[in-house]
């Protein structure tokens, strides 16, 4: 059974600092990892991917992925309170047709 | 260009009947994916489509689940004989093609309430 284990949370920040969020994953085949946001009452909307080993940033989000581990992690800097949200984790299946998503991490922002 | 976009936005039906969930992909996107969000769970993956045909029905929960997709733009999910545990949010996403590099972009869902 792929699996993809995420904290459920709720993950509290203040306003400003950094948020970090984790992900881990069971199958080793996976090529491609990807964070969606989702608001409450909303769809999932794509924040970042990654396909390689280390850092990519986009703005004040960062992911990283350690396929050694089979762990890739989302980090907000500057955290907002519109970050305040669920993020989830997901991960390709090796066949690279569908998405095995993770519970996700409620996030908490606080002014 | 306009995204995903899918009817109807709520259903509530009566246990045992049909119903039928409809996603038009994003134009040009040969890729189309249903997933479903339960209370409390994460996105289930249930099947997807490469241009009209499924390579990959293995999600569907039970025989009572269909889906069909014609013309390579919409689809259409049939839940026969509904029942209280089908109650979701039936997420559709499309992608420009079906590999591990192409990003998918979900619709608003429908969220489906069985009685």
């Known amino acids: 059974q792929k699996e993809v284990e995420q904290n459920s949370g709720p993950l509290s920040v203040p306003e400003g600092a950094i948020a970090s969020l984790n992900c881990t994953y069971s199958?080793?085949?996976?090529?491609?990892f990807f964070w969606y946001r989702q608001y409450s009452g909303k769809s999932p909307e794509l924040i970042m991917f990654?396909?390689?080993?280390g850092d990519k940033e986009d703005g004040r989000f960062t992911a990283q992925l350690n396929k050694a581990s089979q762990y890739v992690s989302l980090l907000i800097r500057d955290s907002q309170p519109s970050d305040s949200a669920t993020y989830l984790c997901?991960?390709?299946?090796?066949?690279?047709?569908?998405?095995?998503f993770g519970k996700g991490t409620t996030l908490s922002v606080s002014s | 260009g306009a995204g995903v976009s899918q009817s109807p936005s709520n259903k509530v039906t009566e246990k045992g009947k049909d119903v039928e969930l409809r996603c038009d992909p994003i134009?040009?996107?040969?890729?189309l994916y249903w997933y479903r969000q339960s209370l409390g769970q994460g996105l289930e993956f249930l099947i997807y489509?490469?241009?009209?045909?499924?390579?990959?029905k293995s999600g569907l929960p039970s025989d009572r689940f269909s889906a069909e997709r014609t013309g390579g733009s919409v689809s259409t999910l049939t839940i026969q004989r509904t029942q209280q545990e089908d109650s979701a949010v039936y997420l559709c996403?499309?992608?420009?093609?079906?590999?591990?590099?192409?990003?998918?972009?979900f619709g608003p869902g429908t969220r489906l309430t069985v009685l």
């Open positions: 996403a499309s992608s420009l093609d079906v590999g591990s590099s192409d990003t998918q972009y």
């Open positions: 990654i396909y390689s080993n």
């Open positions: 199958d080793r085949g996976s090529q491609s």
């Open positions: 997901a991960v390709d299946n090796q066949a690279g047709t569908a998405l095995i």
């Open positions: 489509f490469q241009g009209n045909s499924a390579p990959d």
């Open positions: 134009s040009g996107h040969t890729a």
